[in-house]
């Protein structure tokens, strides 16, 4: 149990194009969701936590308006990268927990490529 | 405050050593400590995780020990094997909050056969 997928996996796209990340918890509940950035050989760095129904909130020093996330459901989020530059090329990786628990889930993560 | 400190930042072991990765935090109202690995190209994948009420917690050949005090916490891998060679990540949290989790630095393990 406890399964969060993510799609797509890897994407390349050229700069000044949007790109749609899609997070999906199948089997639970999700009623929080995480959005982490992840650069080679560094740590997670938490973007945004959204809960369902409710507008996302993004940590200090990350765009709302580059890094748009919506969470319309108990198992669907999304994560769009607007006007992509290469410097937004990283591996994005979601995370989910249900109800008041502790325990995240994570993704996969899509790795992103902007050319 | 909301740091938590992750050492050392790589290690190497022989198959069947027992590596030992040590976190250490400021924030005393972190209550839930987890670890995760992760492997290149992968998501983090939760492994075992502690309250401070408790000082020492094992699942299989994870253990983590716990020192409330101290205010440090730390993951040993019995019998280690090349397929544990991976980065480990130490995190911290606050039960009630947004379950947001604070990540160490990471550990890259490598067990050689």
């Known amino acids: 149990g406890a399964v969060v997928s993510q799609h797509p996996s890897r994407v390349i796209c050229k700069s000044g194009t949007s790109v749609k990340i899609e997070c999906r918890s199948l089997?639970?509940?999700?009623?929080?969701m995480f959005w982490y950035r992840q650069f080679p050989k560094q740590s997670l760095m938490l973007m945004a936590t959204?809960?369902?129904?409710?507008?996302?909130?993004?940590e200090q020093g990350v765009e709302k308006d580059k890094f748009l996330i919506n969470h319309a459901s108990l198992t669907l989020s999304t994560l769009t990268v607007t006007s992509a530059h290469p410097e937004d090329s990283s591996f994005y990786i979601c995370?989910?927990?249900?109800?008041?628990?502790?325990?995240?889930?994570f993704g996969p993560g899509t790795r992103l490529l902007v050319l | 405050q909301q740091q938590v400190k992750q050492s050392p930042q790589s290690l190497i072991v022989q198959k069947g050593g027992i590596p030992i990765i040590n976190c250490a935090y400021e924030?005393?109202?972190?209550?839930?400590f987890p670890w995760y690995q992760q492997f290149p190209g992968k998501g983090p994948a939760l492994l075992i995780a502690?309250?401070?009420?408790?000082s020492e917690k094992k699942e299989g050949r994870f253990t983590i020990s716990f020192n409330k005090s101290a205010k440090q916490f730390s993951l040993h891998i019995m019998d280690s094997q090349p397929g544990d060679s991976a980065t480990y990540f130490c995190?911290?949290?606050?039960?009630?909050?947004?379950?947001?989790?604070?990540f160490g630095q990471g550990t890259t393990l490598q067990v050689k056969p």
């Open positions: 995370s989910a927990r249900t109800g008041g628990k502790e325990t995240q889930y």
């Open positions: 089997d639970f509940q999700a009623t929080t």
């Open positions: 959204s809960n369902e129904g409710s507008k996302a909130t993004y």
């Open positions: 924030n005393t109202a972190f209550d839930y």
């Open positions: 502690i309250r401070p009420d408790v």
């Open positions: 995190a911290a949290s606050i039960r009630g909050n947004t379950g947001k989790l604070i």
